[in-house]
């Protein structure tokens, strides 16, 4: 079957860094994506990766391991509004995405 | 109206009530999804639609039907509804299906209680 695995919950302190790790297994790979969600409100689109390597955009960058089926999305300087849930979904060889539960990041002052 | 409106926001239904949620976009997108979000668990996709005309099954269909007379609007319809689908319903769109960085944007939600 088809899975992906990200850990439920992480907490870390404003201003520092985390990386949220996401590993899958999947019938084929066409893409690996994060989206962030906040409580109660609809998941928003963060990175895209298709091809090994890191990919940054601003505070977030997003890290793909094809061989290894793993991906880390990293934050940096992180800010309260930084607490949600980053979701990892993957696109399979027929271009379903499959999705990953979610972490959920909490932001201590 | 800008992106993806859902209606109702919440609703609470007996079991055995015909409910449709309802989803418009405006960004003239080909495709759409009904996704359903339970606690613990992946988003999972119920019903999509690549363009007007066409709709298609997802990983869990049972109980929901869906259609798509024109681009903009894609309901969603529980013909007999259980307490199993209880659940947020998100309904989502893509410019495209293939490949490249085809982005998802979604609907606020709608929060559904089945009694």
């Known amino acids: 079957g088809q899975n992906i695995d990200q850990p439920t919950e992480m907490t870390a302190t404003e201003g520092a860094i985390v990386q949220i790790n996401c590993t899958y297994q999947?019938?084929?790979?066409?893409?690996l994506f994060w989206y962030q969600q906040h409580a109660g409100e609809a998941p928003t689109f963060l990175s895209y990766?298709?091809l090994d390597g890191l990919e940054e955009k601003g505070r977030f960058s997003s890290f793909l391991s094809r061989s290894k089926g793993y991906s880390y999305l990293l934050l940096k300087e992180l800010q309260m509004k930084d607490s949600a849930s980053y979701l990892c979904?993957?696109?399979?060889?027929?271009?379903?995405?499959?999705w990953g539960a979610g972490t959920k990041l909490i932001i201590k002052p | 109206i800008a992106g993806i409106t859902q209606a109702p926001t919440s609703q609470i239904l007996a079991a055995g009530r015909r409910m449709t949620l309802r989803c418009t976009q405006d960004m003239r997108h080909n495709a759409m999804y009904w996704y359903r979000q339970d606690l613990g668990l992946g988003l999972r996709l119920i019903h999509y639609?690549?363009?007007?005309?066409?709709?298609g099954k997802g990983e869990v269909p049972d109980g929901y039907s869906v259609s798509r007379a024109n681009t903009d609007d894609f309901p969603l319809t529980l013909a007999s509804a259980v307490p199993s689908q209880t659940s947020v319903y998100f309904c989502?769109?893509?410019?495209?299906?293939?490949?490249?960085?085809?982005?998802?944007?979604f609907g606020a939600g709608s929060r559904l209680t089945v009694l």
């Open positions: 989502a769109s893509s410019d495209s299906t293939g490949g490249g960085a085809n982005v998802l944007t």
């Open positions: 639609s690549n363009t007007a005309g066409t709709t």
């Open positions: 999947t019938s084929g790979f066409n893409g």
């Open positions: 979904a993957v696109r399979d060889r027929n271009y379903q995405l499959i």
């Open positions: 990766n298709v």
